[in-house]
């Protein structure tokens, strides 16, 4: 990429530069909302007979052994699962103990992913909050919670994006507070 001369911040010389940032760019996506929802979770440690249930908040989130069909106008229907998982916390015996849960649901979405022919690797990313209202504990490896939960499924892939720019930025030089009444404006814009 060629840089033209007199490319050196100045908004008065106009778009005179380009730049190329890489970035993350979001083809399609869409948002699955249930208000009153009970989630039954695995853990993979035991929790004692005397546990009581304190808090779960989730942690992460992937969609993980997802199919795609092409359908027609160019969405395709994405069927997989999306793994969440948990940080569950629990009382024993007056001892506060957080364990990892799991919970999997099926989905089937329709996306507009890529075209076919692109060479940019895209991935199906999900994004999980659940506003937990109540859980307990309902067995050694099994906690249930019920509340509200959203979940946002976007198709993903890195690009570059080739942008116009004034050129780099100039800062204004450094002003300090030691010599008061100098300067009357201490913070001098960008501009000036």
Do not use: W
């Not at 190329?20 to 004692?48: S, Y």
């Not at 546990?51 to 992460?60: D, K």
């Not at 892939?157 to 116009?164: E, F, G, T, Y």
């Not at 100039?170 to 008061?180: A, E, H, I, L, Q």
Request: hydrophobic share 40%.
């Amino acid at each position: 990429m060629a840089v033209k001369a007199g490319c050196g911040g100045n908004f008065e010389d106009g778009l005179c530069c380009r730049m190329v940032i890489e970035t993350k760019r979001v083809f399609d996506g869409c948002a699955f909302t249930d208000e009153n929802i009970t989630l039954t979770l695995t853990t993979q440690q035991q929790i004692p007979q005397d546990a009581v249930f304190v808090s779960a908040r989730i942690v992460s989130s992937e969609f993980v052994d997802f199919i795609v069909t092409n359908g027609n106008d160019g969405c395709s229907n994405v069927i997989g699962d999306i793994v969440m998982t948990f940080a569950v916390t629990y009382s024993s015996g007056g001892v506060l103990t957080t364990v990892q849960a799991t919970h999997r649901d099926s989905r089937n979405v329709l996306l507009r992913l890529p075209s076919g022919n692109s060479l940019v690797p895209y991935s199906i990313e999900v994004q999980s909050n659940m506003a937990i209202g109540s859980g307990a504990i309902i067995g050694p490896n099994a906690v249930s919670v019920s509340g509200c939960l959203l979940q946002i499924i976007k198709v993903t892939a890195p690009v570059d994006i080739l942008i116009p720019t004034y050129g780099y930025c100039k800062y204004p030089p450094c002003t300090g507070s030691v010599c008061p009444g100098i300067r009357t404006n201490v913070f001098p814009s960008f501009d000036e």
